[in-house]
C-alpha cells in the first residue's frame, strides 16, 4: 500500500488539502486579514509564501480558526475518497520528480 493509499493522519500528511485553494462562501466569517482576492475575484483564504493556508497554526499544523473554519473545509473528510485522491496525485507527482535535460 503507498503512503498515499494508506490511513490519513493529519498529523503525519504532507497536509496537501491546506494549499488547496479554499474558496469562501458569503455565510463564511474569516477575519480578512485571512483572506485574499483571485485575480478573477474570488474570496479565498490567503496563503502564505510557500503556499500553505495562513489559517495553519506552524507549531501543531492544526487549523488555528478550526471552531470557525470555512464551510468547505468542514465538509471535507479526512481519509475521505477525495483526501486519498488529492493524497496519491501529490504522491505520484513527487515520485516523478522535476524532470532535468542536462545540456552540454
Sequence with gaps: MTAARAHADCSRCDAVCCR???VLDADDRIPEHLTART???LHVMARDAEGWCVAVDA???GCSIYGSRPDVCRRFRMDGP???DIRADY???RARGIPLAVYT
Design 59 to 61: 507549531a501543531s499544523g
Design 39 to 41: 485575480a478573477a475575484g
Design 91 to 93: 504522491s505520484d507527482r
Design 82 to 84: 477525495y483526501c486519498r
Design 20 to 22: 488547496l485553494t479554499v
